[in-house]
């Protein structure tokens, strides 16, 4: 399993931007889909969007489409999640994954992922 540490949360108004990243060790981004997704207290953990291993496909979820970007840098092994016009219900802690798999469309379910981050807070203010 890969190890993956995430950065960059904090605290923003209601409109404004936060750039999440995740770094990786102990594996390469041609060999792992990432994906990050988000858990809100007293809610499941939710598919936010990921990227393939092969290509760099992408994609999100309904809420954040055309909001949030991910992406990624193989050199570095750096993926990242570009959040603009964020919401109050983007507020949760976000986590970044790696999943062993590979084909399209890209896997959703928590349960697909095989390693996990800490997880970083995101706090969106009216």
């Known amino acids: 399993q890969v190890q993956l540490v995430e950065s960059g949360g904090g605290s923003v108004q209601a409109g404004g931007s936060l750039r999440l990243a995740c770094a990786v060790s102990?594996?390469?981004?041609?060999?792992?889909?990432m994906g990050w997704f988000r858990q809100a207290p007293g809610n499941e953990r939710e598919f936010v969007a990921a990227?393939?291993?092969?290509?760099?496909?992408?994609e999100y979820a309904g809420p954040v489409q055309g909001r949030f970007a991910i992406s990624r840098d193989i050199t570095a092994n750096m993926v990242w999640l570009q959040m603009n016009s964020l919401k109050q219900e983007d507020t949760a802690v976000y986590y970044c994954?790696?999943?062993?798999?590979?084909?399209?469309?890209?896997?959703?379910?928590?349960?697909?992922?095989?390693?996990w981050g800490q997880g970083t807070q995101v706090t969106v203010s009216s």
């Open positions: 990227i393939s291993r092969s290509f760099g496909s992408t």
């Open positions: 994954a790696a999943g062993s798999f590979g084909g399209r469309p890209l896997r959703r379910a928590p349960r697909d992922y095989d390693s």
């Open positions: 102990g594996g390469t981004l041609r060999t792992y889909t």
